[in-house]
């Protein structure tokens, strides 16, 4: 355990039921107000960017096998990489590594409007971007994770900053759909990536005036592959983290790929199109936004443990309940709990990690965070789109919701032992107040 992690968590104030001035708490520091700004633009550029590509390899192919290998392209080199860029976060200065790959992933957008407003794009060019959006992600998702620790100073409103930054993940991911199904009902696809390219100049700027106190780089004597290694036995021998990753895994393989799956319910079981999408993953953004507001609204990391099995159920359910349904009301409605169960689970787990990690192997665990929330999306992806195109997507989804309830009730029988973990970290972290030993008295015989 290093110092940083050491550091005690201030005693909050007092304050009145209706005080809820402790949302906002992490806003407090300039340089996590800058990434708010930054990143509050730019994501909902990305967002849309998700929508038009999806939109654009259906309208292209009109098939559910391409849509999830499309998806398994742009995801497969986190899957491989993310190991690796953990170690070489851990080496680096985080902030310079977010610049280059806000960098890069500005050109691959740009590269994506070029070649569809001029009309030149195929499914060859969308996979090759895919996949440079891939590498991409492998170093930006483990160097983002880690950065936030930087951009707090007090270790206490880490977890306010993280339901802060999921809150505004989900308002992009309500208003960029949205907008996206607006401007391609409109226009085309390639308006889409051309606003995605133009804001990803807000991120940049953001992390740029930011003043980040980076301590001198420890230049370990350890080889690269040895620091692998070292990442890799933590990951795997601490019960918590281990058991919370290995939930995830399933979540993001058997669950998560249901997205790519919208352009199929909103067309062929909705008999909509690209604004029925745009509705879809809005109502699954809102279901989203909703959650993570509720985590911002907490004010210690305490009871979010049992959180993770229950939104894993709530996940799971909405997702059956969806394969079901084939009316548009039905439909936008189970998308809200759908979102919720997934919010919560993904925040609650990225909260508890980043509490528990110590610094000095934050990079590596977060890219194992990376490859269990990303890597294994690529999987289920191209599993979601084989069995779309056997058995119908509305089955695969509901398939998919039983996967993840039958996780969450493994994780829900694991608890006991991931709390008597995590006990002693949390008390040294002042979140936990020490077990007093209960001493007995026997009176003395007279």
Request: proline share 4%; net charge positive; hydrophobic share 50%.
């Amino acid at each position: 355990m290093t110092n940083d992690a050491k550091e005690k968590i201030k005693p909050e104030k007092p304050a009145s039921s209706r005080d809820y001035s402790h949302a906002w708490r992490a806003l407090r520091h300039r340089n996590f107000r800058l990434f708010f700004g930054g990143q509050s633009i730019s994501l909902i550029g990305t967002w849309m960017t998700r929508i038009a590509t999806a939109w654009l390899v259906y309208r292209l192919t009109k098939s559910s096998l391409l849509l999830g290998t499309v998806s398994f392209a742009g995801q497969i080199p986190t899957f491989l990489l993310a190991p690796f860029a953990g170690v070489l976060v851990d080496r680096m200065n985080r902030r310079n590594v977010l610049v280059w790959t806000q960098v890069l992933a500005m050109v691959q957008s740009l590269a994506l409007a070029a070649l569809t407003l001029s009309r030149h794009i195929t499914i060859h060019e969308i996979l090759a971007l895919s996949v440079f959006q891939g590498v991409i992600n492998a170093f930006d998702m483990p160097g983002r994770q880690s950065f936030m620790v930087q951009m707090v100073e007090n270790r206490g409103d880490l977890s306010n900053a993280i339901a802060i930054n999921s809150s505004m993940v989900n308002l992009a991911r309500l208003v960029g759909p949205s907008l996206a199904g607006l401007v391609i009902a409109a226009t085309n696809e390639g308006w889409c990536f051309l606003i995605d390219g133009v804001s990803y100049i807000a991120v940049i700027a953001s992390l740029l005036l930011m003043r980040v106190h980076v301590d001198a780089l420890k230049r370990s004597a350890a080889s690269m592959l040895d620091q692998l290694k070292e990442g890799w036995t933590y990951v795997s021998n601490f019960a918590p983290i281990r058991t919370i990753l290995l939930l995830f895994a399933v979540i993001s393989l058997m669950g998560m790929p249901f997205v790519v799956l919208m352009p199929v319910f909103a067309a062929q079981v909705l008999h909509g199109g690209p604004h029925t999408l745009g509705f879809l993953m809005g109502a699954l953004g809102v279901g989203a936004l909703t959650s993570a507001l509720s985590l911002v609204l907490r004010k210690s990391v305490r009871g979010l443990l049992k959180m993770i099995p229950i939104a894993a159920a709530v996940f799971g359910t909405g997702l059956i309940a969806f394969g079901l349904s084939h009316v548009l009301w039905l439909s936008l409605l189970l998308m809200l709990f759908t979102g919720f169960g997934m919010m919560q689970g993904l925040t609650a787990s990225n909260t508890i990690i980043q509490t528990l990690v110590p610094e000095d192997k934050r990079g590596r665990v977060m890219s194992y965070y990376t490859v269990a929330f990303v890597g294994m999306a690529p999987f289920g992806s191209l599993m979601a789109g084989g069995l779309a195109h056997a058995i119908g997507a509305p089955h695969t989804v509901i398939f998919s919701g039983v996967a993840c309830i039958a996780g969450s009730l493994w994780f829900w029988s694991r608890i006991k032992v991931i709390r008597k973990d995590m006990r002693p970290i949390y008390e040294q972290l002042g979140i936990l107040q020490p077990k007093v030993p209960v001493v007995i008295e026997e009176e003395a015989s007279s």
